[in-house]
């Protein structure tokens, strides 16, 4: 059996934002590996989606499992109440060692990764139509440290997406614009949070680095 890759997680993984198939991270860094591509994220998918729905699909002795997950549970907290946040964080991190466990007992090499910020460090969410979020910025930095650590304790490496996404949202350009390849090349997301194609390069070339370290 050729060797396989699985993608767990949520729309950072996915094809559909970046112009259609085999255009998305997971799909390009199959295709750079010359591995075999099992895409069990989904668009909209929360943490405990990928714990109770995509990690029992994951079969055998993968090969490789990216994670992306923790960015929609963040924004469902914020919608429904900011005061919820510090609760979310929790269940992420929690949901996080439960995968990560049972990642770790198929030998396969993970990667997670961390939730990138859209406004580019302004916190303003206001172009989303969302409501300010107190110490919002301090609170997306204690989830990343929890992805960190929760990978240290698993033995997974970091894809720190939140560092290399910094300078390619909102101050690069208009990010709620549906277009997968504008010619700003520097403007990385669309649809306010989505990764367009170039965000796509962006998130392959953050996990090969993981990958590589």
């Known amino acids: 059996m050729a060797p396989r890759y699985y993608a767990l997680g949520d729309s950072m993984s996915i094809d559909d934002y970046a112009g259609g198939p085999g255009l998305g991270a997971a799909s390009l860094l199959a295709d750079d ?5 099992m895409l069990l994220a989904r668009d909209g998918a929360t943490s405990e989606d990928v714990l109770s729905r995509q990690l029992g699909q994951v079969g055998g002795r993968p090969a490789l499992v990216t994670v992306t997950m923790g960015g929609n549970d963040l924004l469902t907290a914020i919608v429904e109440s900011p005061d919820k946040v510090p609760a979310a964080i929790e269940a992420i991190a ?18 997670v990764s961390t939730v990138y910020d859209p406004t580019d460090g302004t916190g303003d969410l206001s172009w989303a139509g969302l409501p300010d979020v107190e110490g919002g910025l301090g609170l ?21 997406l939140h560092a290399a996404f910094l300078g390619h949202g909102a101050q690069a350009g208009d990010i709620t ?37």
């Open 33 to 37: 590996l010359g591995i075999e591509l």
């Open 177 to 213: 614009t549906s277009d997968p390849r504008p010619a700003n090349r520097e403007l990385w997301l669309c649809g306010a949070i989505e990764p367009n194609a170039w965000g796509a390069e962006a998130i392959r070339d953050t996990w090969r680095a993981a990958l590589r370290a």
């Open 94 to 111: 929690a949901n996080y060692d439960a995968t990560l466990v049972s990642l770790a007992a198929t030998g396969a090499r993970v990667v």
């Open 140 to 160: 997306l930095k204690v989830l990343n440290a929890e992805i960190r650590a929760a990978a240290a304790r698993h033995g997974a490496a970091v894809a720190d």
